[in-house]
């Protein structure tokens, strides 16, 4: 059975950095297009990146787009979710999903139902205050 461990969160000040890593096993990571979704308290979950199998195409969030990096490693199984000027309204529960997609060549933000309430892992959290 599959698995995806989150980790990386933490507490950051406004205008800093933080570098999400999504672990992933019990499957062929390769063969999965690769997204990161987040949730903040009280909102509904956001797909923020999404990454193809091959890494070659990356799609982004206009919330989060020119400030994000998402990047995987399928020699490690990891995607990675390199975050910069962060703002306080980054502060979510981040969360990494796995799709199917072998043959994907462009990485499209279609949201899944139930991303983060039924996510494989448990997430890790950001936090963005002074």
């Known amino acids: 059975q599959g698995q995806l461990v989150e980790s990386g969160g933490g507490l950051a000040q406004p205008g800093g950095s933080l570098r999400l890593s999504c672990a992933a096993s019990?499957?062929?990571?390769?063969?999965?297009?690769m997204d990161w979704y987040r949730q903040a308290p009280g909102k509904e979950c956001e797909l923020v990146a999404a990454?193809?199998?091959?890494?070659?195409?990356?799609n982004y969030a206009d919330s989060v787009k020119g400030r994000f990096t998402i990047s995987r490693d399928n020699a490690k199984n990891t995607v990675y979710l390199e975050m910069g000027n962060l703002k306080p309204e980054d502060t979510a529960v981040y969360y990494c999903?796995?799709?199917?997609?072998?043959?994907?060549?462009?990485?499209?933000?279609?949201?899944?139902?139930?991303?983060?309430?039924?996510?494989w892992g448990q997430g890790t959290l950001v936090t963005v205050s002074s």
């Open positions: 999903n796995a799709e199917f997609n072998p043959t994907g060549r462009i990485a499209t933000l279609t949201p899944r139902d139930g991303a983060c309430l039924h996510a």
């Open positions: 019990g499957f062929t990571f390769s063969s999965y297009a």
């Open positions: 990454i193809t199998s091959t890494g070659d195409s990356t």
